[in-house]
């Protein structure tokens, strides 16, 4: 029993930022999942955090939602590598590619998760997300040009947000092995054409992210 709970829906990317965040931080916390044979059953997280949507924690007490809200508590108040920075122009670079994968990228990460719950695929839509994203991903593919993260020397929130929305287009097939939701998404979405820096900082990233089995996730 640690003192930090964190309700879960693991294979949701705003979820998959929270997971790769503690895990890089090397925060320990009891997880609390979403049923999936009972995805409508919130009352333990509405309990928790008075709204129902995934990720939440509830740390010695006190109750948060929303995951960019999470990584700035989870900084502010762990030890261990940061996520933002103390440097205002390296902070504001860092905020700069938050704002760059909720608007440029969510979009085209919506659609996709949209699709899979409408229980069908439609290719001319499926068509329509891999060139919105492989049109999205050219200033990103630039700014990795001989990088290995986004700002400064190491990973941060920007590595960490672009990352898991973009992480479902380039699945490799150990990461898809993780959930049915990635396996669907990966037989149907890519980035296209010459985004290798992409690919290869998704799966940098991706690297951190702990095996959903080990906290009983096996949906
Ligand atoms: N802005 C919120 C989005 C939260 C959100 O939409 N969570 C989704 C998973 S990505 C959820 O819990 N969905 C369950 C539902 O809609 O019932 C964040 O970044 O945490």
Avoid at 13 to 23: E, G
Avoid at 115 to 126: L, P, W
Avoid at 186 to 211: S, T, W
């Amino acid at each position: 029993m640690t003192n930090l709970k964190l309700h879960l829906l693991p294979p949701s990317p705003n979820n998959v930022k929270v997971l790769i965040a503690l895990a890089y931080k090397g925060i320990d916390f009891d997880a609390v999942l979403i049923n999936p044979g009972d995805p409508s059953n919130r009352d333990s997280i509405i309990a928790d955090t008075g709204q129902c949507l995934t990720p939440a924690i509830n740390h010695n007490g006190v109750k948060l939602f929303d995951s960019s809200a999470i990584l700035r508590y989870l900084d502010c108040n762990f030890p261990g590598p940061r996520l933002y920075a103390e440097d205002r122009a390296a902070h504001k670079e860092i905020e700069g590619w938050e704002s760059y994968h909720r608007n440029q990228l969510g979009p085209h990460l919506g659609g996709a998760f949209g699709m899979f719950f409408s229980g069908e695929t439609d290719d001319t839509r499926v068509a329509q997300i891999n060139q919105g994203l492989n049109d999205a991903t050219a200033k990103l593919e630039e700014a990795l040009e001989g990088k290995d993260w986004l700002v400064g020397d190491t990973m941060t929130a920007a590595d960490i947000t672009v990352a898991s929305f973009l992480g479902y287009s380039c699945l490799n097939d150990e990461e898809a092995a993780q959930s049915k939701v990635w396996q669907w998404m990966q037989q149907r979405f890519d980035l296209g054409a010459n985004r290798e820096n992409c690919r290869a900082h998704a799966h940098r990233v991706m690297k951190h992210l702990p095996q959903f089995s080990s906290f009983g996730w096996t949906f």
